[in-house]
Nanobody, 115 residues
C-alpha cells in the first residue's frame, strides 16, 4: 500500500522540543517533494515546511528559525525538528508527499504545547 505514517507527536511545555517522523512506503521517495502541514481546530490546513528532492527547504514565517525539516532517502523518512515550541504551534501535523500534481497525506499526529 502507498502510505505515509507520522509519529513523534505529544504534549510538551512551551519552550520545549519535539521531533516528528514520517515513514513512507510504496513511493519512489527520492523523487518526491516532502512537506509538513498542520491544522488547528477551526482553522485551515497550512504549510509548515517542505523539502525538495534536491534538498531545498522552505518554511512558514511563523516557524522560521525554530523548526528544521530534513530527509533520509535511505530510510524513506522525513523529519521535522521543532524547537522553542509555542502554544500557537498546537495542531495536528500531517506529512505530505508530492510528485507533480499527485499528493499523498498521512493520518496526522497531534502536537500540544502547554503554556
Amino acid at each position: 500500500q502507498v502510505q505515509l505514517v507520522e509519529s513523534g507527536g505529544g504534549l510538551v511545555q512551551a519552550g520545549g522540543s519535539l521531533r516528528l517522523s514520517c515513514a513512507a512506503s510504496g513511493i519512489i521517495f527520492r523523487f518526491m517533494t516532502m512537506g509538513w502541514y498542520r491544522q488547528a481546530p477551526g482553522k485551515q490546513r497550512e504549510l509548515v515546511a517542505l523539502i525538495t528532492n534536491a534538498g531545498s527547504t522552505n518554511y512558514a514565517d511563523s516557524v522560521k528559525g525554530r523548526f528544521t525539516i530534513s530527509r533520509d532517502n535511505a530510510k524513506s523518512t522525513v523529519y521535522l525538528q521543532m524547537n522553542n515550541l509555542k502554544p500557537e504551534d498546537t495542531a495536528v501535523y500531517y506529512c505530505n508527499s508530492r510528485l507533480g500534481g499527485n499528493d499523498l497525506w498521512g493520518q496526522g499526529t497531534q502536537v500540544t504545547v502547554s503554556s
